[in-house]
């Protein structure tokens, strides 16, 4: 399943999804691998780190262009199509897709060669506190498309004069040799949006925009997630050639002094971080998995959703979307130093990062933070550049959505003046017995001190390690005891303090991590243990604890 809705009517298409072959580069072994899947579900590659390659036979019916769509690769991928090399693409966690002209009738091969080593040439896969896993870990699709067809559409609400309005923006693309005019007519709610005579020259791409008032529909919001579905047809010669459906929501988002605001009114976020993992599927999490999560994580009140540390499965998104939970989705860069963003592809790697997570993500209402580079060199003044870059980045992209990044460089970072809500992290209680809100207020000082003056604040990470089942009354560390009372004294301060706009504990569930690298030694069963649930969404004693104070704080 590509996405939880029906988004063509008259575009064929074919979801790609089963068995293919595979088999690690080099070698003659030929098995067969699920996909969407990771190789390590597989008793021979628990561990493998390498190159190996997919493929897959496919049928095309008549004579016509084909797009293929990767919804995720680990880590980076090269596809060939009858042996002919047609896409490259680096970064597990963001969507790319690819156009074969005038592919003939009959049968055609498809090859994937998928990395996810580690090196210089990967400046955002590394040796982390999460797993990098290998292989097609997202569906894929194949279309059948016109020479012109709907690449992408954008709808940005707002409101004007007291009535809701929509900006739509719809960039089509021709992949034939002959410029050709176009008509396209969306469909929102009973109300039509026509743009004529479009024209669009060969091997070009053109966007264009119209904007329109929806008198009495419902605004969307947490209580009251209410989606609506954008029909947009593209008709050449008056025959409608070509279609895209999307969902929407109107809401708006801003910063109002020191409150984040849905559609005029603070919020006050309750949430988790949550990395794509499951015990026995890795970061190829299916449909029915991710809806455990989200209603375990709905049992407990949250609100919100960090999707740490890179975009997400757009299905989750799409969860989301239908169940009101407000996220912060950010880009693809964890705890790099300096050195980290000195690598030669770093600043490449993020900008298509970025460019890839909004344009594909743009129209989830759910979505309301743009984040970047969490917990990277803000302290120094290279890596304020990188940060000032990538912010200026999103404001091209997206206006209508305020930006954050979590810091953990506590009295040092030099960057809180660039985003529009200053974020940190802080573990009182777990790496250092300290006091709670005696740190708190050190930190609230700095913050506004150093550039966060009158910007909202989110506690973007909190919590402890606890390993489940583990249980002592002396309350030592890594007793689940010990988790709940440090998440309890955490939750309990930052809830109450007026300069705080949100919490995120850190994290929902435990995670794998990497063996490469130093971060196993500080990782008990090389898993981060701070979810409150274990990897296989068993919950731990701070469950009770987070269900409490969620519930009761309104």
């Not at 089963?18 to 390590?40: L, N, R, T």
Request: charged share 30%; aromatic share 10%.
């Amino acid at each position: 399943m590509i996405r939880l809705f029906e988004q063509h009517y008259i575009r064929r298409y074919k979801e790609l999804d089963g068995m293919w072959d595979f088999s690690p580069e080099g070698k003659e072994a030929c098995y067969q691998m699920p996909v969407p899947g990771c190789w390590e579900q597989h008793p021979d590659f628990y561990t493998y780190r390498g190159r190996g390659i997919y493929s897959k036979k496919i049928y095309v019916e008549d004579t016509s262009a084909v797009r293929l769509e990767f919804k995720g690769v680990s880590h980076t991928a090269d596809v060939y199509f009858d042996g002919e090399h047609v896409a490259h693409h680096y970064n597990a966690f963001t969507p790319f897709s690819t156009v074969i002209k005038r592919v003939k009738k009959g049968e055609h091969e498809i090859k994937v060669l998928v990395d996810n080593s580690f090196g210089e040439h990967s400046a955002l896969h590394l040796p982390n506190d999460y797993y990098t896993y290998g292989g097609i870990t997202r569906p894929v699709s194949m279309e059948r498309i016109s020479d012109i067809y709907i690449k992408n559409i954008h709808f940005t609400p707002y409101m004007e004069d007291g009535i809701w309005a929509g900006q739509l923006e719809a960039t089509l693309h021709n992949c034939s040799d002959e410029a050709a005019k176009v008509r396209l007519e969306s469909t929102l709610n009973g109300h039509k949006m026509i743009l004529d005579d479009i024209e669009v020259l060969g091997e070009t791409e053109v966007t264009v925009s119209i904007k329109q008032q929806f008198p009495n529909v419902t605004a969307w919001s947490n209580q009251n997630p209410k989606l609506y579905e954008l029909n947009t047809i593209l008709y050449r010669n008056e025959e409608p050639t070509d279609d895209l459906i999307e969902r929407v929501g109107f809401r708006t988002v801003k910063v109002e002094g020191k409150k984040i605001q849905v559609n005029g009114e603070a919020v006050f976020l309750k949430g988790f971080n949550r990395h794509e993992d499951y015990a026995v599927v890795g970061c190829a999490i299916p449909l029915q998995l991710m809806v455990q999560d989200m209603d375990i994580m709905q049992d407990m009140g949250v609100n919100a959703l960090r999707t740490c540390h890179y975009p997400n499965d757009e299905r989750f998104l799409d969860l989301c979307d239908e169940r009101g939970i407000l996220v912060w989705e950010e880009n693809h860069a964890r705890g790099l130093v300096l050195e980290d963003m000195l690598n030669p592809n770093f600043d490449k790697q993020c900008e298509d990062c970025i460019r890839e997570m909004i344009e594909n993500h743009y129209n989830h209402p759910s979505i309301i933070i743009w984040g970047i580079l969490n917990e990277c060199a803000s302290e120094t003044e290279e890596g304020r550049e990188k940060y000032k870059r990538q912010y200026e980045q999103i404001k091209e992209l997206d206006v209508s959505r305020p930006t954050t990044s979590a810091t953990c460089r506590h009295l040092t970072d030099i960057c809180l003046d660039l985003p529009d809500i200053v974020s940190f992290n802080m573990y009182s209680g777990w790496y250092k017995d300290v006091p709670v809100k005696e740190t708190n207020d050190e930190e609230i000082e700095w913050i506004k001190a150093s550039g966060g003056e009158g910007k909202p604040i989110i506690v973007s990470e909190l919590g402890a390690a606890a390993i489940y089942g583990y249980r002592d009354r002396s309350r030592c560390k890594w007793s689940e005891e010990r988790q709940s009372d440090i998440i309890e004294e955490n939750l309990m301060v930052y809830m109450n303090d007026e300069n705080i706009s949100g919490v995120f504990i850190w994290q929902f569930a435990d995670c794998r991590v990497t063996e490469e690298g130093e971060w196993f030694t500080t990782r008990a069963r090389c898993h981060n243990n701070k979810g409150v649930v274990d990897e296989y969404r068993r919950p731990k004693m701070a469950y009770d604890v987070v269900k409490k104070l969620f519930e009761a704080h309104r």
